[in-house]
């Protein structure tokens, strides 16, 4: 079984909306799947799967109301099985570590080709437990700047969650991090490279149990919500960020770009998938669904060579599906499907959503420059 948790650092980026629909691409293609909403207490990944809200789900098997075999769906979708979240728990904060592990024993003794964890928003330590089942997860963003940033600081709390859980509570690697974390005013502001040169010192043996299994982790990332093939750079800076501060690199597994056509299909009641195959949201669905069954064949990839690769492969993807976009806009007007006024409401949505995005990064770069005078002020 392959295991694919699916996170974001912030919600509203099209988290679940990529789990639906890449499950369901994955089924068509022949692989069984079982799709988790573990974004408990706020679940919804049934109305993005076009199903009536479930009677039961992991909530009502916490809470002993229903067996686990009962939590498990059919679906009406080719090989998709889905087991719901429900809100009978107000949120993952609330599970124990003996139903965390009895949860996850459950879920990997499903006899199937993936599991599709859709995980909640943020960097609770139980989400990123269920990210690290995987060496591979995905995380979800958009181009905005505070998407970008919570996707970064997601893998940042993800690689210092890996690393305690590499140290045995009393080794000295593990005092040496609660030693850096006492003598810095927070253990989050240093750098991977810098914390690990420290712990070698003190415990090399630990040290290099935490290289082993961080050099095996490489998470994968998907950028969603863009409108031009420049927002597709925003890629870029995360990764900088990953590999300079977190020693960590990340596979491209490409880019959605935005379309109304989710709108129209989730009031319909239909996975987007569904709705309109054709639509550019369906096929860069299918497009990840494709890389992610390709990458089972490649039993020692390279990962600096796969790497670089995806990140090309996803900005040549970003260009010719904005040519495509653009053609399909011409198309409309041509025919008369789409008005010249409607065309002129889009343009005036995008640049008010423009608007924003400039405020926001206004307020990121004030606060950025409090921070740095507040520093040197120390």
Not at 142 to 163: D, G
Not at 258 to 263: H, I, K, L, T, Y
Not at 295 to 301: G, H, I, L, V, W
Request: net charge neutral; aromatic share 8%.
């Amino acid at each position: 079984m392959h295991i694919i948790p699916v996170a974001s650092g912030k919600g509203g980026v099209g988290k679940s909306l990529l789990s639906a629909n890449l499950a369901i691409a994955l089924g068509e293609a022949g692989k069984k799947v079982l799709l988790a909403d573990l974004d408990l207490g706020a679940s919804n990944l049934h109305l993005v799967l076009g199903l009536q809200a479930p009677r039961t789900g992991i909530g009502t098997w916490l809470t002993g109301s229903s067996d686990f075999n009962a939590i498990i769906h059919q679906t009406s979708w080719t090989n998709v099985f889905f087991i719901p979240g429900d809100s009978e728990i107000p949120g993952m904060t609330t599970l124990k570590a003996v139903q965390k592990k009895s949860l996850i024993r459950h879920l990997t003794a499903f006899d199937a080709d993936y599991l599709i964890l859709d995980l909640g928003a943020g960097t609770h330590p139980g989400i990123l437990d269920f990210f690290l089942l995987s060496p591979q997860g995905i995380i979800v963003t958009a181009p905005s700047v505070t998407a970008t940033l919570n996707a970064y600081l997601f893998l940042k709390n993800a690689v210092f969650r890996l690393m305690y859980a590499s140290f045995p509570k009393g080794s000295k690697a593990y005092q040496t991090l609660e030693k850096l974390k006492n003598d810095s005013s927070s253990l989050q502001r240093m750098y991977i490279p810098r914390i690990l040169e420290e712990v070698a010192k003190a415990d090399p043996a630990n040290a290099r149990i935490f290289a082993e299994k961080s050099a095996l982790f490489h998470p994968r990332l998907v950028m969603n919500m863009i409108d031009d093939p420049k927002d597709a750079d925003k890629a870029l800076k995360i990764r900088r960020s990953c590999k300079e501060y977190l020693n960590l690199d990340l596979e491209h597994l490409g880019v959605i770009y935005r379309d109304s056509v989710q709108d129209t299909a989730l009031a319909s009641r239909l996975p987007v998938i569904v709705y309109k195959p054709q639509s550019m949201i369906a096929q860069a669905v299918y497009r990840i669904a494709d890389k992610i069954i390709q990458s089972e064949t490649d039993a020692n990839p390279d990962f600096g060579v796969m790497t670089e690769e995806s990140f090309q492969s996803a900005e040549m993807e970003a260009a010719i599906d904005f040519d495509a976009k653009m053609n399909y806009v011409e198309e409309l007007i041509g025919s008369g499907a789409l008005s010249t006024g409607e065309l002129a409401e889009t343009i005036k949505s995008q640049q008010y959503e423009i608007s924003v995005l400039r405020k926001e990064n206004l307020l990121l770069k004030q606060k950025i420059t409090k921070a740095i005078q507040h520093g040197f002020n120390l």
